[in-house]
């Protein structure tokens, strides 16, 4: 596919290093030149140095025959206006990256007319993935599907976990509720394992269940549950503002600390029941005075990763119970794990999985594209959520006669009425949505792609 990103920042560049490795023919809008040769030097795309909201660039661009445009400036109004132009120009389908909360209600109303495919804000995808974190804190991260049924959770098994040292075939003696450990992460390697493999110590685990026994399965495996209570956001960015108002509409006590008076002033009217707190929320006075010893979670939210990551470990280090880590890049993610910070949130990867998505469904021909798409253990895997159709093949076939390619593991079928973790007896059935696991490696876009034959 021929597709056009205007904007080389941070969701520009994750969007262009994930569509050239699918192999899409990418083109690049921006007006930064020396960022657009850094692109073209990483990866092999053509780049464009201009306005993308400019007729005359986008023209340079070929937007008129792009199959894609995706607008991902800082700016809300060019995105919009990138969009419209393309539209007009005869690109089929537009996505613009839109913030501003103001804009949430006018989009819904006007999304046709302005021509747009999609749009996405990373600020309110990014709370809500952190407040769903905060609803079962013991997960370090939970990713959804099938509408909110399913699951796929990372658990962290220490040297007291009764999984410690269990084969995975013993599972469900262990936990007693109907789950499956679809990926572990053990030394930076990822494994799909069988029901051979052995836990142990140490061991980053993603369990696939259904949403309502996830709270058995923290209960069974002698894990006492956290309940968040009160939380403290430091740095008042829009993600603050989404992440409170949903806190608070749960009931949960929230502190905000920002260091610009101006911005304070501004939360402290948007949100008249959290308490907000003017300083700098890395020096350890501030954070003792406002009881970070006492708080459930801690949510660092500033726009410099460095000083997110060191006052999460400052929290753990005090064993604050939950510590949620926004950042920007994630090369040295796996390094802050080893030292206790696991629950990352990378808005742009986030931005770029959803967008992802979109582009493999616009690829499919059969109605058989992935509904969801997260990527797990440190982006090495992807689980993937497919509606069977009558296009699906093997219909009706036992699991246990279907050849599946190397590396993929069918994680749940949800049918309605009904969750199942697969078993070798068990067949899809038109209107079943299956959770797929496989290596990030390997690119997914259709159901039938999961088949050897």
């Known amino acids: 596919m021929n597709i056009v990103i205007v904007g080389d920042g941070k969701v520009g560049a994750a969007l262009t290093q994930q569509l050239s490795k699918e192999g899409h023919d990418i083109t690049v809008i921006d007006n930064n030149a020396e960022v657009l040769t850094n692109s073209m030097e990483l990866y092999d795309i053509m780049a464009v140095q201009g306005n993308g909201a400019s007729l005359t660039v986008q023209k340079e661009a070929n937007v008129g025959s792009s199959d894609l445009v995706i607008a991902a400036t800082s700016a809300d109004e060019i995105n919009l206006l990138c969009c419209i132009l393309a539209k007009k120009l005869g690109a089929p389908h537009t996505i613009a990256r839109v913030r501003n909360p103001e804009y949430a209600e006018q989009l819904i109303f006007l999304k046709e007319e302005l021509g747009l495919s999609m749009t996405i804000n990373p600020e309110r995808t990014s709370a809500r993935e952190i407040f769903r974190i905060l609803q079962f804190p013991t997960f370090i991260k939970r990713d959804s599907f099938a509408g909110g049924k399913v699951e796929i959770v990372e658990l962290r098994i220490s040297d007291k976990s009764k999984l410690h040292g269990k084969p995975l075939s013993e599972l469900y003696e262990t936990v007693k509720v109907q789950v499956l450990v679809c990926a572990v992460e053990r030394g930076g390697e990822v494994t799909i394992p069988t029901g051979a493999f052995v836990l142990q110590a140490g061991d980053k685990i993603y369990v696939t269940a259904a949403t309502n026994l996830l709270a058995d399965l923290i209960k069974n495996l002698g894990i006492i549950p956290q309940k968040t209570k009160s939380v403290i956001i430091v740095g008042g ?194 209107g079943d949505h299956i959770i797929v696991v496989t290596t990030a490696d390997r690119v997914i876009g259709d159901i039938n792609d999961i088949f050897e034959d």
């Open 237 to 430: 960015s829009r993600i603050a503002i989404y992440l409170a108002i949903m806190l608070l509409h749960a009931g949960i006590r929230v502190k905000i600390v920002e260091r610009d008076r101006a911005t304070c002033l501004k939360l402290a009217d948007l949100l008249p029941k959290a308490q907000i707190i003017c300083g700098d929320g890395s020096q350890q006075t501030l954070l003792h005075s406002e009881g970070l010893e006492e708080v459930d979670a801690i949510v660092t939210l500033t726009n410099i990763d460095e000083e997110n990551l060191i006052i999460s470990m400052y929290a753990h280090h005090l064993g604050v119970p939950k510590a949620i880590t926004k950042v920007n890049r994630l090369e040295y993610v796996g390094v802050f794990k080893d030292m206790g910070i696991d629950s990352v949130i990378s808005p742009k990867s986030l931005t770029a999985n959803e967008i992802v998505r979109y582009v493999r469904a616009m690829e499919n021909t059969t109605g058989s594209s992935a509904l969801t798409l997260h990527r797990i253990a440190n982006d090495q895997v992807e689980a993937l959520e497919f509606l069977v159709t009558g296009c699906t093949r093997h219909l009706g076939e036992s699991l246990a006669e279907i050849s599946l390619k190397k590396g993929i593991l069918v994680a749940c079928i949800s049918r309605p009425g009904k969750l199942i973790i697969p078993k070798g007896s068990d067949h899809f059935q038109k």
